[in-house]
């Protein structure tokens, strides 16, 4: 594992974002894996103006997002799809065809879980997947004790995670208790990843995945198994490292 400490929130993501960047220019049609939530709001942020300076073309890049709530309108201000049509594929033109995420109003969940397998095969599999990390060590909706195989599943929401997802829903009872998600083994398959964190509040799921054991009760530690990670934090998130 590589581990960037930046000093600030700032900085991790404009360092994120040049890190995507370069894949992308190595490989202008890189296939992206991508997370939601507040931590990479800046990564996109700082992709959109680096896209609209013409310092990075996203016109070749295919993306699959890592989850969405099940079951959610696409609508819904709290859908992962909304989330991404307003950061990032809409502010980069990304051609709907391009942009994957799964269909959290899916009837036939087995089914769209197998689908966006293949797809992801089909594109030739993720390039770079950018992760983010709960305060249980959660990677995507892989809550502790997840099967390390495991392929796009409809995962249950830890305690936990219902806490801490509570601040962008009216209240605690309104956050869906299900999601539709990579798995682990979904995740591992990536070529390259990137995990970013910010904030004292992940210090210690940080500390557990880079210093810790390999458990299953820390899903990020499994990170420790892939040839190619990069854990990028700033300080805060950090403080568990010295
Ligand atoms: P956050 O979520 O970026 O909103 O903190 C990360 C996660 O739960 O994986």
Redesign the pocket.
């Known amino acids: 594992m590589r581990i960037a400490v930046l000093r600030d929130y700032q900085s991790l993501s404009e360092r994120a974002a040049a890190l995507v960047s370069a894949r992308i220019g190595k490989k202008p049609t890189a296939v992206l894996g991508l ?1 939601t ?4 709001l800046g990564l996109y942020r700082e992709l959109v103006k680096a896209a609209q300076r013409g310092l990075v073309d996203f016109s070749g890049v295919t993306t699959f997002n890592l989850d969405e709530y099940y079951p959610i309108e696409r609508e819904s201000l709290q859908s992962y799809y909304y989330y991404m049509q307003q950061h990032f594929w809409g502010p980069l033109g990304i051609c709907p065809g391009r942009a994957h995420i799964p269909d959290g109003r899916a009837g036939d969940i087995a089914g769209v879980c197998s689908d966006y397998e293949q797809k992801i095969m089909d594109a030739g599999g993720i390039d770079l997947q950018i992760l ?3 305060v249980n060590g ?2 995507g909706f892989n809550e502790p004790g997840a099967a390390l195989s495991a392929k796009t599943h409809l995962a249950s929401l830890s305690a936990e ?1 219902i806490a ?1 997802n509570s601040r962008f829903f009216e209240d605690r009872d309104a956050v869906p208790r299900r999601a539709i998600s990579m798995g682990l083994g979904t995740i591992m398959k990536a070529r390259e990843i990137l995990l970013l964190a910010s904030g004292s509040e992940k210090a210690r799921a940080i500390g557990e995945t880079v210093r810790g054991k390999l458990t299953t009760k820390v899903p990020a530690s499994l990170l420790q198994a892939h040839p190619r990670v990069t854990v990028m934090v700033d300080r805060a998130a950090a403080c568990c490292l010295r």
């Open positions: 997370a939530g507040s931590t990479p983010g990390i709960g959660h990677i995670t801490a």
